[in-house]
């Protein structure tokens, strides 16, 4: 079974959940005998612009092919790289706030006959959405030359190219929601994407969802035959050996952690109101939010008007093993996401022997039996459940025997085989 | 002698409110009225109330005949008697039949046999007293909360002078024998011990309305049928469960109802059985041999043993916890934190915090106020914290004493100093006033709260007062 798969980023260069998620998907995959990935990213630096312009004005795009031998495949994979302006290594979530004031309203897929000729109005810049279009457009080109028996797309930013191979190979399209924009905007959904989404729902034959969480967003939000979506959950690389400790704990109190961007979608402030709960019963512990995003400011505001500054750091972006250096370091991790559509720190966080604490409102907290589970405005629960790791040693005990554990069982390998099942359904359908 | 032995327990634990830790040190109260009694009301409407009067009517009817025994505990009286004591009145009627056998458990529903054997003997006799004050009825025959027991449990209960105690007739305690007769203690054989026909019993409380049963629908010809496959050499069937089997377990519409209501009389018909209470078995019925039981055993779930209550790490430290304050508690004499400390012990707060509900049985699920094991370990370790601040305050320990104690030295050195630095005060005001009589006003009025000494002066003054709050308590 040969699949063309189109994402919108790829290791080494991953920025976020969907990056390290299609990652370790296809990862799984290729482990599974008679599934072959060709893997498709938008990839981009900034001297490449000119030379897109003239690539896709002459419909002669060109695609450098190589074979990679990544470490821990089993398999070499195809791995197309594809010259476009497309700025693929911001996270898009980020890159979508920088670039949405400038979205234009005249947005229309670009149409390509079989020579490849296309009509461009030759605009360029940031806009987010025309380099989507963009990249479907090399994506049916794509699915021209290449032969494969079945399209699997990651996320909305490249359900359009999984559109465009659909329509010019009229094989079987699978697309992979891993957030929607409900997810993203916190209800403030911006129609354009949900146009993209929609689309992209409504054209695929089958949809995978990375929860029921998400599941029920894509039913209910976009209105799709239930029948037609199916949740696989993501997993977890295998923790590579711990190498010694960088830092040492520099003081004996305990450290409550948060990770991950400071926005909206993950709740920053619920944790912040938990802290200065804490903070007026206990004294030996230390609050920490790792990790950058567009509500900081705020954020550090908010810790000084509750005259919590002395406990409470913020760390700023962290980078790679950093991360793993200040789960170490942490007694609690907390996860109090407004809306996440899965959710693979928590699972990190286990891995590292830290008990988790995640709201209900993720979908991690389906398949995770031992975390703690709250809502994320029960800011009495959060900061209970704080104290009670921090009190009462039983906790971390059980969080240790039975938390890694349940982590260690979930592996990419068997998510992959579920993805199979639904390449099979999707097969089976045409 | 061929006979039934029916028994059955009537339990509802005082369900914890959701309490924080900021309440910790704040807040004395622990429950959940409303849940509390919406959950009696409700089984009060389902069970007791509809069961009881179908049992009144057959012991009526039957005349002597039909004979039960109930096991209520003493948590659950309480509960009776705050919220529905038309139901302790109409177990109080099925007491004054003659024909209804009410057992002696522990008082709080508690595990302290396992813990406390002393702790033990004083539940017991609490809720034997209990008994006699509601029923009338002097318990003779015991039953342990979940029906746990050991050898040496055993023994304890015979030392108290318990003549016969219930269980289970667990698989691998059993090996090839049969639960349907009379064994003894192995420590003490004075002591009877009737064990639970655990196929039998479980055909009614668990299986009745299960449609996936190659035996559904049960009806009470097929169950007589049943004991009359015995072998007509086996005694006793001992048909031991939860008394909210009726009506609640299996609701009214699975016609379990029904099933009560017939088979005393299908029994009569169809089979030369009899029934009888624990006491008359352990009367009438000569003991077969000792039953070895080395390590406890109980009724819950397939392993029969202990792990539902404590076999996690959660439910090891709150038990451990909970009876680290036993030495206090046995000083203790106010009825409020006593009264707390009966109802914290019950064995359901433990249950709650069980993880092998992930992989097995709904039946963990039962009435269960928490969404998960580990709401239920913090709730139940915060409200712990807070009794235990209760009991140390109530019952200052030696090392509060001692505390306190070198308070008062404290004390007495400061007031002595203060003497001794007001008279000095005094005499410098004397010098002052006594080369300037005029401004005498002002500067002892500046004095008192100006100078350099003062401050020492009033911290060792708010450190008495603090002292003798507590003298007064």
């Given amino acids: 079974m040969k699949v063309l798969m189109f994402g919108w980023e790829f290791p080494p260069h991953i920025s976020g959940g969907l990056g390290t998620a299609s990652y370790g998907l296809t990862k799984g995959l290729s482990r599974i005998k008679d599934v072959d990935v060709t893997f498709v990213v938008p990839k981009a630096y900034g001297d490449e612009d000119q030379r897109s312009v003239?690539?896709?004005?002459?419909?002669?795009?060109?695609?450098?092919?190589?074979?990679?031998?990544?470490?821990?495949?089993?398999?070499?994979?195809?791995?197309?790289?594809?010259?476009?302006?497309?700025?693929?290594?911001?996270?898009?979530?980020?890159?979508?706030?920088?670039?949405?004031?400038?979205?234009?309203?005249?947005?229309?897929?670009?149409?390509?006959?079989?020579?490849?000729?296309?009509?461009?109005?030759?605009?360029?810049?940031?806009?987010?959405?025309?380099?989507?279009?963009?990249?479907?457009?090399?994506?049916?080109?794509?699915?021209?030359?290449?032969?494969?028996?079945?399209?699997?797309?990651?996320?909305?930013?490249?359900?359009?190219?999984?559109?465009?191979?659909?329509?010019?190979?009229?094989?079987?399209?699978?697309?992979?929601?891993?957030?929607?924009?409900?997810?993203?905007?916190?209800?403030?959904?911006?129609?354009?994407?949900?146009?993209?989404?929609?689309?992209?729902?409504?054209?695929?034959?089958?949809?995978?969802?990375?929860?029921?969480?998400?599941?029920?967003?894509?039913?209910?939000?976009?209105?799709?035959?239930?029948?037609?979506?199916?949740?696989?959950?993501?997993?977890?690389?295998?923790?590579?050996?711990?190498?010694?400790?960088?830092?040492?704990?520099?003081?004996?109190?305990?450290?409550?952690?948060?990770?991950?961007?400071?926005?909206?979608?993950?709740?920053?402030?619920?944790?912040?109101?938990?802290?200065?709960?804490?903070?007026?019963?206990?004294?030996?512990?230390?609050?920490?939010?790792?990790?950058?995003?567009?509500?900081?400011?705020?954020?550090?505001?908010?810790?000084a008007r509750l005259g919590i500054t002395n406990k409470f750091n913020f760390t700023g972006f962290l980078k790679g093993d950093d991360v793993y250096e200040m789960l170490r370091l942490s007694d609690v991790y907390i996860m109090p996401s407004v809306t996440e559509p899965f959710g693979i720190s928590p699972l990190e966080a286990l891995q590292s022997n830290v008990p988790v604490i995640i709201s209900n409102q993720s979908g991690v907290a389906e398949i995770l039996t031992h975390a703690i589970k709250t809502d994320f405005w029960d800011i009495d629960a959060i900061a209970d459940s704080i104290y009670g790791i921090l009190k009462y040693p039983a906790l971390t005990k059980m969080f240790k025997n039975y938390g890694k554990k349940e982590v260690d069982e979930l592996s990419w390998e068997n998510s992959a085989l579920k993805v199979k099942e639904v390449y099979e359904k999707a097969l089976s359908l045409n | 002698m061929r006979t039934i032995c029916l028994y059955f327990q009537v339990h509802q634990p005082f369900r914890l409110k959701k309490y924080r830790f900021f309440n910790i040190g704040n807040d004395h109260y622990y429950y959940d009225d409303y849940l509390n009694e919406s959950v009696m009301k409700k089984i009060i409407e389902k069970c007791y109330s509809p069961a009881n009067e179908i049992l009144f009517d057959l012991i009526q009817k039957y005349n002597g005949k039909f004979k039960v025994a109930f096991s209520l505990s003493g948590v659950a009286i309480d509960q009776f008697e705050l919220y529905a004591p038309e139901v302790l009145e109409s177990f109080k009627k099925l007491a004054g039949s003659g024909s209804v056998e009410f057992l002696a458990e522990t008082n709080a529903h508690s595990l302290v046999a396992l813990k406390d054997k002393q702790a033990f003997c004083e539940q017991v006799k609490t809720h034997s007293q209990k008994i006699e004050k509601h029923f009338n009825q002097s318990p003779s025959v015991f039953r342990n909360t979940e029906l746990i027991y050991s050898d040496e449990i055993g023994a304890t209960v015979s030392e108290m002078g318990y003549k016969a105690m219930l269980t289970e007739g667990a698989k691998h305690v059993l090996g090839w024998k049969s639960p349907n007769y009379l064994y003894c203690n192995a420590i003490k054989p004075r002591l009877k011990v009737l064990l639970k026909n655990f196929k039998l019993s479980d055909d009614i409380a668990f299986r009745f309305s299960n449609k996936a049963w190659e035996e559904w629908p049960l009806t009470t010809e097929k169950f007589v049928g049943w004991l009359n496959n015995i072998d007509p050499k086996e005694e006793v069937v001992n048909l031991f469960m939860d008394y909210e089997?009726?009506?609640?377990?299996?609701?009214?519409?699975?016609?379990?109802?029904?099933?009560?209501?017939?088979?005393?009389?299908?029994?009569?018909?169809?089979?030369?059985?009899?029934?009888?209470?624990?006491?008359?078995?352990?009367?009438?019925?000569?003991?077969?041999?000792?039953?070895?039981?080395?390590?406890?055993?109980?009724?819950a779930d397939e392993e029969r043993d202990l792990t539902a209550w404590l076999g996690n790490d959660l439910q090891n430290e709150a038990f451990d916890k909970l009876y680290s304050l036993s030495g206090k508690i046995s000083k203790c004499k106010d009825p409020a934190i006593l009264e707390d400390w009966n109802w914290l012990q019950t064995s359901d707060h433990l249950y709650y915090m069980c993880t092998k509900f992930f992989s097995d049985g709904d039946v963990h699920e039962y009435f269960n106020p928490y969404e998960s094991p580990y709401e239920a370990f913090i709730n139940y370790m915060n409200v712990l914290s807070d009794f235990e601040v209760r009991l140390n305050t109530d019952m200052p320990e030696t090392n509060t004493d001692k505390e306190l104690a070198k308070l008062r030295i404290l004390v007495a050195e400061k007031e002595g100093l203060l003497k001794k630095y007001i008279s000095e005060v005094n005499k410098l005001k004397l010098n002052i006033s006594k080369p300037k009589p005029p401004g005498t006003k002002k500067a002892s009025s500046k004095a008192t709260p100006g100078k350099t000494k003062t401050p020492g002066i009033s911290k060792t003054g708010r450190k008495s007062t603090k002292v003798s709050r507590v003298k007064k308590k």
């Fill in chain 1, 54 to 303: 003239k690539l896709l004005g002459a419909g002669d795009i060109q695609i450098t092919k190589r074979k990679i031998n990544l470490k821990n495949f089993s398999k070499a994979m195809d791995y197309l790289e594809v010259k476009s302006n497309i700025v693929p290594y911001v996270d898009p979530e980020d890159f979508w706030r920088l670039s949405k004031k400038e979205v234009s309203g005249s947005y229309k897929f670009i149409q390509v006959n079989s020579e490849g000729k296309i009509s461009f109005s030759g605009k360029y810049g940031p806009d987010l959405l025309t380099e989507i279009a963009n990249y479907s457009v090399v994506a049916s080109i794509i699915a021209e030359e290449s032969e494969f028996d079945l399209i699997h797309a990651h996320d909305w930013l490249a359900y359009p190219a999984g559109i465009a191979a659909k329509e010019v190979s009229g094989k079987p399209l699978v697309i992979h929601v891993h957030a929607t924009d409900f997810d993203r905007s916190g209800g403030k959904v911006n129609p354009d994407v949900y146009a993209i989404e929609k689309k992209g729902m409504d054209i695929a034959d089958l949809i995978i969802t990375v929860s029921n969480l998400t599941r029920d967003t894509v039913i209910n939000k976009y209105h799709i035959n239930p029948a037609k979506v199916f949740t696989v959950y993501n997993a977890v690389e295998p923790l590579n050996e711990i190498e010694k400790a960088k830092y040492k704990k520099g003081t004996d109190e305990k450290i409550v952690t948060f990770l991950g961007r400071i926005t909206f979608q993950k709740g920053p402030e619920y944790f912040i109101l938990a802290a200065s709960k804490i903070l007026q019963k206990l004294d030996n512990v230390r609050f920490v939010m790792a990790g950058s995003g567009d509500m900081m400011n705020k954020m550090i505001l908010m810790t």
């Fill in chain 2, 245 to 299: 089997t009726f009506g609640e377990h299996q609701w009214h519409e699975t016609g379990i109802f029904e099933f009560l209501k017939f088979l005393p009389e299908t029994v009569f018909n169809n089979s030369n059985f009899t029934f009888s209470t624990p006491s008359d078995v352990a009367e009438k019925l000569q003991p077969v041999s000792a039953i070895h039981v080395p390590h406890p055993i109980s009724w």
